[in-house]
């Protein structure tokens, strides 16, 4: 299995809300069974922080941890229910991966199931017959008390943080913080040798006209989280000629889309476990490779405060609000070519596609087919539209800076269109202005 596979299969474990806890419970049985043969070995009777009681008074103990902690377990359990359903329903389906990665959430249902199992294993080694029926496991029992004390504080430190994780500002601040840092690592990109006059699409034809290509084959259906482009041309040993990339991370496939597309055609046969291996594939899109999924969870989030059914704009306005900030972030960043070359590989060019700053700008478009008739929205993504602009005018890009422009024009014309007062049509007047202004710089 190739590693960005291995990275992707990882990332999917510790995502979910079975691995890490589990994990969680074999330390703690580890630690059960540990504690226990030191037990065995040294007598701790004589220590004044230890258990001091007898088998039975033993048994109570940790009887009394194990009841109590499976009882707060399903407690947990069913908070952490509720509160992915109030999120899917709330706010978005797209936004419960972040909740599933929750270390805090991951850590506390590990630690009261494992400490559950660690009173077990420890309960049946009180008074038995390897040891004598009076063996008392001091130090493990202790330990036990300690830990049942532990858990009654990890239990208000996790009413405390779901409570934190179920503010949409708490929501909408983590996925732009995620999406921010997913912009720092990914833009510009640093794969092969960017050939910057190259148009894709016009090459892709160039080569589909010159020689009929082969084609390469996902094994199934899902959406594509990775694409480890930099180890797949290493691996290259007999190289092709020319290889398109035909999806991007973010992208759906079936088994009858094409992954990509290699010359000259016999090599297709040879490359597909390796092209397969290069392309993760999962149920879901993750944001690792594609920061447009932050946004699609911010604009999610918009779309779904102004449905009839919840009718919260300041929700939306605070989504728009961090859309903002990614786009900002992006007005000035250098978006990898599609186009590269790899003059270490014999000059191999490789064609793969990727979203550039229109496509990130589209997201503001979605939330203003919901959002037209209500002024303060328009306001927010106007103006999110016009700092855009401006910075991008204040880079140096002009192309992107009418972008903005652009996308604020059709904004502007439906809100115009659909405002309910004169004061409102004056007002989406003046934001169109100053967004025309700061593109001009």
């Not at 149920?283 to 999924?293: C, H, T, V």
Request: with cysteine; proline share 4%; net charge neutral.
């Amino acid at each position: 299995m190739s590693s960005n596979r291995l990275k992707a299969v990882w990332l999917n474990l510790t995502q979910g809300l079975w691995f890490i806890p589990a994990l969680v419970v074999v330390v703690y049985a580890g630690l059960a069974i540990g504690l226990v043969e030191l037990d065995q070995r040294v007598d701790f009777t004589g220590v004044g922080a230890v258990f001091k009681g007898d088998g039975s008074a033993a048994r109570v103990v940790l009887s009394v941890v194990a009841g109590s902690l499976i009882t707060v377990a399903g407690l947990t359990f069913s908070i952490t229910v509720v509160v992915l359903q109030l999120a899917a329903s709330q706010f978005s389906p797209r936004v419960l991966r972040t909740f599933f990665g929750d270390r805090l959430t991951q850590v506390t249902m590990g630690s009261y199931v494992g400490i559950f199992v660690y009173s077990i294993l420890v309960l049946r080694s009180v008074g038995s017959f390897a040891q004598g029926l009076d063996f008392v496991p001091r130090l493990s029992i202790t330990v036990a008390s300690a830990l049942g004390i532990a858990a009654v504080l990890l239990l208000i430190v996790f009413i405390h943080h779901v409570s934190r994780m179920i503010q949409v500002s708490h929501i909408t601040a983590s996925i732009a913080a995620q999406t921010l840092e997913r912009v720092n690592r990914l833009y510009p990109d640093p794969h092969g040798v960017g050939v910057e006059d190259a148009d894709g699409d016009k090459l892709l034809r160039a080569w589909r006209l010159a020689r009929k290509p082969g084609r390469v084959f996902p094994a199934g259906p899902g959406f594509v989280q990775r694409i480890g482009l930099d180890a797949l041309v290493g691996s290259l040993e007999n190289r092709p000629e020319q290889l398109a990339m035909l999806v991007r991370p973010g992208d759906f496939v079936s088994p009858e889309q094409p992954l990509a597309e290699v010359w000259p055609a016999e090599a297709a046969g040879r490359l597909t476990q390796r092209i397969r291996e290069a392309v993760a594939i999962g149920d879901e899109r993750d944001i690792g490779q594609d920061a447009a999924f932050g946004l699609r969870q911010l604009a999610d989030i918009a779309i779904k405060a102004l449905s009839p059914g919840i009718n919260d704009p300041t929700t939306a306005v605070t989504s728009i609000a961090y859309i903002r900030a990614i786009l900002v972030q992006l007005a000035c960043r250098s978006f990898p070519t599609v186009v590269r070359r790899f003059p270490q590989r014999g000059g191999l060019e490789v064609l793969a596609p990727r979203r550039d700053f229109n496509d990130h700008l589209s997201f503001l478009l979605e939330i203003s087919r919901y959002a037209s008739g209500d002024t303060p929205v328009v306001r927010a993504m106007l103006q999110a539209l016009a700092a855009v602009a401006r910075v991008a005018a204040e880079c140096g890009s002009a192309d992107r800076a009418e972008a903005a422009a652009g996308v604020a024009e059709t904004i502007g014309g439906q809100a115009r269109a659909e405002a309910k007062t004169e004061r409102d049509r004056e007002a989406v007047e003046r934001m169109l202005a100053e967004v025309r202004r700061d593109a001009d710089g």
